[in-house]
Antibody
C-alpha cells in the first residue's frame, strides 16, 4: 500500500524558515520524480518544486526560486523542502506528490504570520 | 506562470453525464497530456486519470479521459452524489519545466 506522509508544517514569522519532510513507502521511491504542491485554503493548487528520481535535476516555480530548496534522500525514502525567507503569501497546505502526481499525502499546513 | 483553463463550475442532474474540459497549449496539454485530480472538501487531491488517460486501480469505470489537441476532457457518466467535488487538471509544461494546474471545476450533482 502506498503511503505518503508530510510533516514539519507550523507557524513561522515573516522572514523565517521551516523545513518540510515527506516519508514515502509502497513504491520504488528512487524511480519517481517527486514534487511539492501547495494550496491556499479555499483556493486552487499551485506547483512549488520538483526533483528528479536521482536528485540530478530540480525545478521551481518563479515565486520561490532562491528561497526554497527541494532535496531527497533515496536511502530513507524521504523528500524535503527547505523554506527560507518566508512570506505571508507562502501560507498554504503543502502536499508531497509522487510521480506524475500519482500519489499524494494528506498535506501539512504552513502559516506565515507575525 | 500561466495555468490551464477550466470552467469554474458545472451542474448536472443525478445519473446524468458531465464532461469537464481543460485547455492548455502545445507546451503542456498538447504534447504531454493532462492528468485529472478529484478533491473533496477537507481531503487531499486524488488522481483519477493520468496523462496517458489511464485510470489508476480502484477508480470507477464511469470516468473516462480524452484529449484533442490542446484540450483535455474528463467524462463522468451516471453521476452519483459522491461525484460532487472539485476537479483539477494538470500537465507538465516543457517550457516552464514545471507542473501547471487548472483553476478547478466545482461539480455539483443536483
Amino acid at each position: 500500500e502506498v503511503q505518503v506522509v508530510e510533516s514539519g508544517g507550523g507557524l513561522a514569522q515573516p522572514g523565517g524558515s521551516l523545513r518540510l519532510s515527506c516519508a514515502a513507502s509502497g513504491f520504488t521511491f528512487s524511480d519517481y520524480w517527486m514534487s511539492w504542491v501547495r494550496q491556499t485554503p479555499g483556493k486552487g493548487l499551485e506547483w512549488v518544486a520538483t526533483i528528479k528520481g536521482d536528485g540530478s535535476g530540480k525545478f521551481y516555480v518563479d515565486s520561490v526560486k532562491g528561497r526554497f530548496a527541494i532535496s531527497r534522500d533515496n536511502a530513507q525514502n524521504s523528500l524535503y523542502l527547505q523554506m527560507n525567507s518566508l512570506r505571508a503569501d507562502d501560507t498554504a497546505v503543502y502536499y508531497c506528490a509522487g510521480g506524475d502526481l500519482d500519489y499524494w499525502g494528506q498535506g501539512t499546513l504552513v502559516t506565515v504570520s507575525s | 506562470q500561466a495555468g490551464l483553463t477550466q470552467p469554474p463550475s458545472v451542474s448536472k442532474d443525478l445519473r446524468q453525464t458531465a464532461t469537464l474540459t481543460c485547455t492548455g497549449n502545445s507546451n503542456n496539454v498538447g504534447n504531454q497530456g493532462a492528468a485529472w485530480l478529484q478533491q473533496h472538501q477537507g481531503h487531499p487531491p486524488k488522481l483519477l486519470s493520468n496523462r496517458n488517460n489511464d485510470r489508476p486501480s480502484g477508480i470507477s469505470e464511469r470516468l473516462s479521459a480524452s484529449r484533442s489537441g490542446n484540450t483535455a476532457s474528463l467524462t463522468i457518466t451516471g453521476l452519483q452524489p459522491e461525484d460532487e467535488a472539485d476537479y483539477y487538471c494538470s500537465a507538465w509544461d516543457t517550457s516552464l519545466n514545471g507542473w501547471v494546474f487548472g483553476g478547478g471545476t466545482k461539480l455539483t450533482v443536483l
